[in-house]
């Protein structure tokens, strides 16, 4: 049934008031809400075709009535006004933005740090597996101390990184340089989702000294497929503990925001640029009574994140929806330009 202006006007009401009270919604209440233009009468008939069509709910006989989940989903595809953050907001978001270290091992925790201060929410944020990312850099060098090499790789989603590798029968500088050259030739330029096992094979069996770069060889592919691998970062966890509606299942969201690769799934499963997973549609029995609001961020071209909070049902979309994927652009722009990633 589609629902008229009305209808759709008297839904909003009670969504946006349940959402800063937390209390069902009667009709006195609503009259007022809505400037004394409709009686009480007319609104209880309103609010039971609502009740019916399973937008609302009455949890006490006595009670106002209170939005379903469906409710909520009509609400944030229909209803729930488009407006970006106001400029205080704004101003506040690039404050906290501004605070975040852009150093690859810090800056997924750092950032839900921030988003969980800015919400009030478990906050967390991801970079989802990037095998697209192509080799910018790939070296071996000498320590000085024999034996003991550094594997260095750079790729164009902006990772890098340095590896410790020892080999049992060192090459000497002669073997390590034409090593190098073998390296830039084979990789510099690909996507690291080409660094196979098979393709290593073939490098060592391309050369007559293959097995003895075979440790050197396998450390430089080993880090590089290591950068581009999924991660996770979360923030402010304890705050499931603020909102009643969780505290019942607090430790197994606990559980589930301390677990990496879970969050990382959940959160790789949206594509929009910012969407609303409630949580009995995924599947997580923790997440239940819960909410996850997510946006998306962009390394460049090279490598998609992904940013959101848990919080109940009961959340201020109007307000969190849009400042939530401010946020995580802010986030994405800042990191392309730290890290100077590549197409």
Known sequence: ?????????????????????????GSKLLCGILGNRLSSATLRNEMSDLCALGYLEQPHTSAGRAPTKEGYRFYLKNLMPATPPDRKTVQQIDRLLDKIPTEPEHVLSAAADRLSDFTGLPAVAALLPS????????????????????????????????????????????EVERLNRILADSLIGRPVGVLTPLMQ????????????????????????????????????????????????????????????????DLLAGSTAPVSVLFGEESGVDALRPAVLVIAGFRLGNARIGRMGVVGPTRMNYSYLVPSIEYFAKGLGTRLSSAWKTEA
């Open 201 to 264: 094979q073939h490098i060592i069996a391309a050369d007559g000294n293959g097995l003895l770069f075979a440790p050197l060889l396998s450390a430089v592919f080993e880090l590089a497929l290591d950068l581009v691998r999924a991660r996770c970062g979360g923030g402010g966890a304890a705050r499931v503990y603020d909102y009643p509606e969780l505290c019942g299942r607090a430790r197994g969201l606990l559980e589930l925001l301390s677990d990496s690769d879970r969050m990382t």
């Open 1 to 25: 049934m589609e629902l008229n202006a009305r209808k759709r006007e008297i839904l909003a009401a009670i969504i946006k008031t349940y959402m800063e009270t937390g209390e069902p919604v």
């Open 131 to 174: 095998e697209e990312a192509k080799i910018l850099t790939a070296r071996i060098l000498p320590t000085g101390r024999e034996g003991r090499f550094l594997a260095v790789v750079m790729t164009s989603d902006g990772q890098h990184g340095v590896r410790m590798v020892e080999a049992i029968w060192p090459p000497g500088a002669a």
